[in-house]
């Protein structure tokens, strides 16, 4: 769940100066040097529509199209070492997996939603039927799918994707699993109530959050206080979202959800695990 906050040190000198120049040609592009005609207006000329400063919608489109592959390629770069990096987790998310599997079905079909390399989605295939995992990053997919062949389980599918996609039928989960993300998107209640309509009545949610506004230790605040500069800049593509957990808990009672279990997770960032009925 904090894996996004372990690879601080992984970030690598060309984004630095990539944003430098991009930055730099934006701010002139906006500051007006690139007019240099009179400001007067031309009597002949047709009014214009909008003042070209104003963002569009479609200047907006591109802006998150634009996040959403740096975002993509944040995770891709982190696919072939995010496993020796999860280690130093095994502990809390082992306890996790077994509350986790007190709640699976052999009948379920379950979406692992943000599987990354899918070392999880393949622990909890062995408790359910048909279990699906998902994530933005192609590289992390295909990790995940070469463990799958070479482990010969049949039960388990890896696609990359959002929750969005169309493909993802509403009513047809019986659980979703959402570790280590939520936190880390900034249209979660959007995403939170995509996960209501794709399960089925009665179905679970269960998920961990980092709960950042927390009390964590001075240097972890120092940590998370440097990304959120870092993320100010645009040194940093992740969006991080300050949650307090009773914030989490309000979020997905707020999409219909009933809360099962919540429990807070103290390890280095707080995080909380929360289960919860559609
Ligand atoms: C911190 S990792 C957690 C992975 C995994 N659930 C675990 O517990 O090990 C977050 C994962 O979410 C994926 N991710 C981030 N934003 C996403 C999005 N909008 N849709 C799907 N996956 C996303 C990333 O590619 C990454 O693999």
Same mark, same amino acid.
């Given at each position: 769940? &904090?894996?996004?906050?372990?690879?601080?040190?992984?970030?690598?000198?060309?984004?630095?100066?990539?944003?430098?120049?991009?930055?730099?040609?934006?701010?002139?592009?906006?500051?007006?040097?690139?007019?240099?005609?009179?400001?007067?207006?031309?009597?002949?000329?047709?009014?214009?529509?909008?003042?070209?400063?104003?963002?569009?919608?479609?200047?907006?489109?591109?802006?998150?199209?634009?996040?959403?592959?740096?975002?993509?390629?944040?995770?891709?770069?982190?696919?072939?070492?995010?496993?020796?990096?999860?280690?130093?987790?095994?502990?809390?998310?082992?306890?996790?997996?077994?509350?986790?599997?007190?709640?699976?079905?052999?009948?379920?079909?379950?979406?692992?939603?943000?599987?990354?390399?899918?070392?999880?989605?393949?622990?909890?295939? &062995?408790?359910?039927?048909?279990?699906?995992?998902?994530?933005?990053?192609?590289?992390?997919?295909?990790?995940?799918?070469?463990?799958?062949?070479?482990?010969?389980?049949?039960?388990?599918?890896?696609?990359?994707?959002?929750?969005?996609?169309?493909?993802?039928?509403?009513?047809?989960?019986?659980?979703?699993?959402?570790?280590?993300?939520?936190?880390?998107?900034?249209?979660?209640?959007?995403?939170?109530?995509?996960?209501?309509?794709?399960?089925?009545?009665?179905?679970?949610?269960?998920?961990?959050?980092?709960?950042?506004?927390?009390?964590?230790?001075?240097?972890?605040?120092?940590?998370?206080?440097?990304?959120?500069?870092?993320?100010?800049?645009?040194?940093?593509?992740?969006?991080?979202?300050?949650?307090?957990?009773?914030?989490?808990?309000?979020?997905?009672?707020?999409?219909?959800?009933?809360?099962? &279990?919540?429990?807070?997770?103290?390890?280095?960032?707080?995080?909380?695990?929360?289960?919860?009925?559609?």
């Amino acid at each position: 769940m &904090e894996t996004c906050l372990v690879f601080l040190p992984l970030i690598k000198l060309r984004w630095v100066t990539k944003y430098i120049f991009q930055s730099g040609v934006g701010a002139f592009s906006n500051c007006g040097f690139s007019h240099h005609r009179s400001v007067l207006p031309d009597r002949n000329e047709a009014p214009k529509s909008a003042p070209q400063h104003v963002p569009t919608v479609v200047q907006n489109a591109k802006k998150k199209v634009e996040m959403t592959l740096e975002i993509q390629k944040f995770w891709d770069r982190q696919a072939k070492r995010y496993d020796q990096a999860e280690k130093q987790f095994a502990t809390v998310y082992s306890d996790i997996i077994a509350k986790t599997c007190k709640y699976l079905n052999l009948k379920d079909n379950v979406l692992d939603y943000g599987c990354a390399t899918g070392s999880k989605t393949i622990e909890l295939a &062995e408790k359910v039927k048909q279990i699906h995992g998902l994530d933005i990053s192609s590289e992390m997919i295909s990790e995940a799918i070469k463990k799958k062949n070479e482990l010969k389980i049949s039960n388990i599918s890896f696609t990359q994707g959002t929750i969005f996609d169309s493909d993802l039928e509403k009513n047809s989960f019986d659980t979703i699993i959402a570790y280590g993300i939520i936190h880390l998107l900034e249209d979660n209640q959007k995403v939170i109530q995509r996960i209501h309509e794709l399960l089925k009545q009665g179905g679970l949610f269960i998920s961990t959050t980092a709960c950042m506004k927390d009390k964590m230790a001075i240097k972890t605040r120092i940590k998370v206080t440097l990304y959120i500069l870092m993320k100010r800049l645009g040194i940093f593509p992740l969006h991080l979202n300050m949650f307090k957990s009773s914030d989490i808990e309000n979020i997905i009672m707020a999409q219909n959800f009933k809360l099962i &279990e919540s429990e807070k997770i103290k390890d280095e960032i707080p995080a909380i695990f929360i289960i919860a009925r559609k």
